[in-house]
């Protein structure tokens, strides 16, 4: 079995930073792609960003020059780095690990999800 666990939401105010961070353990192999999508109240989950084994980072264009993502494969570990802040970024950020091999199947698994509020 394979979980996902994210920590480092938060509360912050408008113009600042947070560091999140997702550590995936089990029965790995190797995982292919690891990435960040948030979900505001009332509104689907959509993709922040998204970094391969091979480092080809893919972000949506509302975090472009603010988020920054980045992954550890021997920790098995990807973290989203986001500064200058907005109250439109709130919203639960969940972890995502896609194509994981565990050496018997290939699967994708999700985080539960860790609260971000930008609010002054």
């Known amino acids: 079995q394979v979980q996902l666990v994210e920590s480092g939401g938060g509360l912050v105010q408008p113009g600042g930073s947070l560091r999140l961070s997702c550590a995936a353990s089990?029965?790995?192999?190797?995982?292919?792609?690891m990435g960040w999508f948030r979900q505001a109240p009332g509104k689907q989950r959509d993709l922040v960003a998204t970094?391969?084994?091979?480092?080809?980072?893919i972000y949506a264009d509302s975090v472009k020059g603010r988020f920054t993502i980045s992954r550890d494969n021997d920790k098995n570990t990807v973290y989203l780095q986001m500064n200058s802040l907005k109250p439109e970024d709130t919203g639960v950020y969940y972890c995502?690990?896609?194509?994981?091999?565990?050496?018997?199947?290939?699967?994708?698994?999700w985080g539960q999800g860790t609260q971000v509020t930008v609010s002054s």
């Open positions: 995502k690990a896609a194509r994981v091999y565990t050496g018997s199947y290939v699967s994708d698994y």
């Open positions: 089990g029965s790995i192999f190797s995982i292919n792609t």
């Open positions: 970094i391969t084994r091979g480092s080809n980072i």
